[in-house]
Nanobody, 123 residues
Framework: QVQLVESGGGLVQAGASLRLSCAAS????????MGWFRQAPGKEREFVAA????????SYADSVKGRFTISRDNAKTTGYLQMNSLKPEDTAVYYC????????????????WGQGTQVTVSE
């Protein structure tokens, strides 16, 4: 049974940093692309970042480029999203997902999803 469990969300002020984690189990972690998506209240889910199986290739939404960094530790079967210089518009529920190549934001290529972790950024 595949499980993805996010953690690390919280309430922070604008300009702060958070690191989200996504612990994976149930299948061979390094066989799959990992992605992060987010959904704000009243908005559609949107792509944030993705990373290839080896970690050698990444992709980011323009809105987070230069502020967020995606990474993975295949030995620990865990993925990460380091979020710096947070803005109020980053407020959302953040989801990690496992998918197939290519690395990118097509949510239809991600077959397994976590339950999400709330990130709230105040002014």
């Amino acid at each position: 049974q595949v499980q993805l469990v996010e953690s690390g969300g919280g309430l922070v002020q604008a300009g702060a940093s958070l690191r989200l984690s996504c612990a994976a189990s149930g299948r061979t972690f390094n066989n799959y692309v990992m992605g992060w998506f987010r959904q704000a209240p009243g908005k559609e889910r949107e792509f944030v970042a993705a990373i290839s199986r080896s970690g050698g290739s990444t992709s980011y939404a323009d809105s987070v480029k230069g502020r967020f960094t995606i990474s993975r530790d295949n030995a620990k079967t865990t993925g990460y999203l380091q979020m710096n210089s947070l803005k109020p518009e980053d407020t959302a529920v953040y989801y990690c997902a496992e998918g197939v190549a290519p690395v990118g934001g097509n949510s239809r290529l991600y077959g397994y999803w976590g339950q999400g972790t709330q990130v709230t950024v105040s002014e």
